[in-house]
T-cell receptor, first 115, second 110 residues
């Protein structure tokens, strides 16, 4: 275990559903990230939060809505997704990069299938 | 567009051999460099990071960085079948932004 947990591990949803992914880190880190990993493509950074404030939004469609209530918890709210959004969604955390090299630690991921 | 390039492989080496994985990056301002290992169906696991030119060794793993050539490599000595995985090169380009390569699949034959 890396100290970063994600739930659910698997999710199947229809295009009209609303669901949420949850991430929790137990490492005392300040920054949390959402990445999308599709088959044979590089990890794509979606959002970054540092001390609960969003610092990066990598041109992600509005059907993905992040929420970071505190430095230990991160959510990704999903609504009206498309089949091409099916992928592995990974959460990661790191120390504040100002004081480190920003090595990131990943959770196990949520395998999302949109029907 | 900042990019990180890796040969997708698969790279196949016999057990006990040295596996050499390579990565190039486009942003000269890149600050730190990471190698992650990802087993099939699992999430990436940090193996090593390096931030200054030269070599950094940790057990059977050696990371090499050449900023002038914008090149990072990972050497795995005495390769084991359990090293078979996809290896992701990642480059921190500033702030919180890290760019990942698509990964190189390594297969170690017993």
């Amino acid at each position: 275990e890396t100290g970063v947990t994600q739930t659910p591990r698997h999710l199947v949803m229809g295009m009209t559903n609303k669901k949420s992914l949850k991430c929790e880190q137990h490492l005392g880190h300040n920054a949390m990230y959402w990445y999308k990993q599709s088959a044979k493509k590089p990890l794509e950074l979606m959002f970054v939060y540092n001390f609960k404030e969003q610092t990066e939004n990598n041109s992600v469609p509005s059907r993905f809505s992040p929420e970071c209530p505190n430095s230990s918890h991160l959510f990704l709210h999903l609504h009206t997704l498309q089949p091409e959004d099916s992928a592995l969604y990974l959460c990661a955390s790191s120390q504040d990069p100002k004081g480190s090299y920003n090595e990131q630690f990943f959770g196990p991921g949520t395998r999302l299938t949109v029907l | 567009q900042k990019e990180v390039e890796q040969n997708s492989g698969p790279l196949s080496v016999p057990e006990g051999a040295i596996a050499s994985l390579n990565c190039t990056y486009s942003d000269r301002g890149s600050q730190s460099f990471f190698w992650y290992r990802q087993y099939s169906g699992k999430s990436p696991e940090l193996i090593m990071f390096i931030y200054s030119n030269g070599d950094k060794e940790d057990g059977r793993f050696t990371a090499q960085l050449n900023k002038a050539s914008q090149y990072v490599s990972l050497l795995i000595r005495d390769s084991q079948p359990s090293d078979s995985a996809t290896y992701l090169c990642a480059v921190r380009v500033g702030g919180f932004k890290t760019i990942f390569g698509a990964g190189t699949r390594l297969f170690v034959k017993a």
